[in-house]
């Protein structure tokens, strides 16, 4: 299963971007999907989170400012990254767990897509 991440690019304090991922493989069955980041020097971290069903799960640094959606029947998830910070400056990775029909439940990572934020 490939991910295929866009939509980073570089934005001014205070704005807004909305990244994307979708799944390759429609047969994909995903549990969760995810968004990571990691700035230069530091290790990468969960940023949010959904599973199926529509639970989130967000990181207290980006509660309230960013927001995890999914389009089920693309296998595609988005992340809408609202008052952006320049602590918010990372190469941001999207996640999917799940199952590919025959095989085990796997973990699959994106190609990353970078995010600068000017101050």
């Known amino acids: 299963v490939q991910l295929q991440a866009s939509g980073g690019g570089l934005v001014q304090a205070g704005g807004s971007l909305r990244l994307s991922c979708a799944a390759s493989?429609?047969?994909?069955?995903?549990?969760?999907m995810a968004w990571y980041r990691q700035a230069p020097g530091n290790k990468r971290e969960l940023v949010a989170k959904?599973?199926?069903?529509?639970?989130?799960n967000y990181a207290d640094s980006v509660k309230g400012r960013f927001s995890i959606s999914r389009d089920n029947a693309k296998n595609t998830v988005y992340l809408q990254m609202n008052s952006l910070k320049p602590e918010d400056t990372a190469v941001y990775y999207c996640?999917?767990?799940?199952?590919?029909?025959?095989?085990?439940?796997?973990?699959?990572w994106g190609q990353g897509t970078e995010v600068t934020v000017s101050s």
């Open positions: 493989d429609s047969s994909f069955s995903v549990n969760a």
């Open positions: 959904i599973f199926n069903g529509g639970t989130t």
């Open positions: 996640n999917a767990v799940g199952r590919i029909p025959g095989s085990y439940l796997g973990s699959y």
